[in-house]
């Protein structure tokens, strides 16, 4: 699933291309991928209407419109943006005055579009945990203090941070040479203070070599995240860890494939 780093790489990709662009009309090839309203009204609500703003909220992406509706973008497991498009393959196609398309792909159907009033009253947002990049390090002390969670199953937690999903707290944790099933609540000061550095590193990393396209995951112009090339240990059961040497070893944990080496992360 897309996580913040590839979220964002789209939000910034659609803020140079098509804020402030009208979306003159809405194709809807699989109504199945539209979860409010019904098909007709999200039609409705978005033709004729110009791109005002373009926001990311943990994993979701926000357009907000002219007319006060916001189209509401969870791209899931296997969503896509592509632009320029060609309708072909699209779930939604979105017209815009540029004689250009905007399609929405998403092959398997997991993902999810909304037109809201207010896309703050959807209950996935309220229930989100503090952005990475907003926490300061005095809040994320106090926010482990109490969790006996371990740490890699906490940081994949949406309600605690938003944003960080499996892959990403891996190359966060061997950054921080933290162990993924430590208890988060026996982490010293120094290690908070660690790890928050490595989130923040981590994904801003990232966010500038575009994400990591591992799985359906592609930029707006179609081409492939970057960030593959980085990783540390994502995918790399039995090759030798980059620092120590050790294999890469891979465990299940919360029902997650999660990726560390043994040596440099206690």
């Known amino acids: 699933m897309p996580e913040l780093p590839e979220v964002e790489t789209i939000k910034r990709d659609l803020e140079k291309i098509i804020l402030g662009k009208k979306i003159t009309e809405v194709c809807v090839h699989h109504p199945a991928v539209i979860r409010q309203p019904d098909v007709a009204k999200f039609k409705q609500y978005l033709q004729g209407a110009k791109i005002k703003n373009i926001l990311r909220k943990a994993k979701v992406l926000v357009l907000e419109l002219s007319n006060g509706k916001s189209l509401v973008i969870h791209l899931k497991m296997t969503g896509q943006l592509v632009y320029p498009g060609d309708a072909k393959k699209s779930r939604v196609s979105f017209y815009l005055d540029d004689g250009k398309i905007l399609d929405f792909n998403d092959q398997r159907l997991f993902a999810e579009l909304r037109v809201l009033d207010d896309w703050r009253s959807l209950k996935f947002i309220q229930n989100l945990g503090p952005e990475p990049f907003d926490l300061p390090l005095a809040q994320f002390k106090e926010m482990l203090a109490p969790k006996k969670t371990k740490i890699k199953a906490l940081l994949m937690e949406q309600g605690f941070v938003s944003g960080i999903g499996n ?18 609540n026996s982490l010293s000061d120094k290690e908070k203070e660690t790890l928050l550095k490595a989130i923040k590193d981590i994904l801003n ?13 592609v930029r707006l112009s179609g081409e492939r995240g970057d960030y593959v090339r980085y990783h540390r240990v994502y995918g790399r059961q039995g090759q030798p860890c980059l620092a120590c040497k050790t294999p890469v070893k891979r465990i299940a944990l919360g029902g997650r494939g999660t990726y560390f080496c043994p040596r440099c992360q206690k």
């Open 167 to 184: 892959l990403y707290a891996a190359e966060v944790l061997f950054k921080s040479g933290i162990h993924p099933e430590r208890p988060a």
């Open 205 to 217: 990393q990232a966010i500038k070599h575009g994400g990591s396209s591992i799985d359906d995951y």
